[in-house]
């Protein structure tokens, strides 16, 4: 089993920034993906970001492209998700995410693809 827990968000003025961080314990040596999702209130969870951990390549929204960066520890037992520029439409409850496969890399945003989920962490963005 692994265990993730976020912390890092808050509210903050639009153009503002705000780093998540994402704290995994337990069977994490076998994990070679992990990501950020988030929900806002009546929309489905989407992916905001994903990295593979080995090879450290990342994929992003098209939403958050130049704007997030997603990374990771040097003991790849924390992720990371620097975002700046927020705007109001990236309010919502932050996920951290861990999958136990490779997937495939087109699919990575789909939430059916992961295997272990934190509790969130919420992210609102005032105009």
């Known amino acids: 089993q692994v265990q993730l827990v976020e912390s890092g968000g808050g509210s903050v003025q639009a153009g503002g920034s705000l780093r998540l961080s994402c704290a995994a314990s337990g069977y994490t040596y076998n994990i070679p993906r992990m990501g950020w999702f988030r929900q806002a209130p009546g929309k489905e969870r989407e992916g905001v970001a994903c990295?593979?951990?080995?090879?450290?390549?990342?994929y992003y929204a098209d939403s958050v492209k130049g704007r997030f960066t997603i990374s990771q520890s040097d003991a790849k037992n924390t992720l990371y998700l620097q975002m700046n520029s927020l705007k109001p439409e990236d309010s919502a409850m932050y996920y951290c995410a861990a999958a136990a496969n490779f997937g495939i890399p087109s699919m990575w945003a789909s939430p059916e693809t992961w295997h272990y989920w934190g509790q969130g962490t919420q992210v609102t963005v005032s105009s």
């Open positions: 990295i593979y951990t080995d090879r450290g390549s990342t």
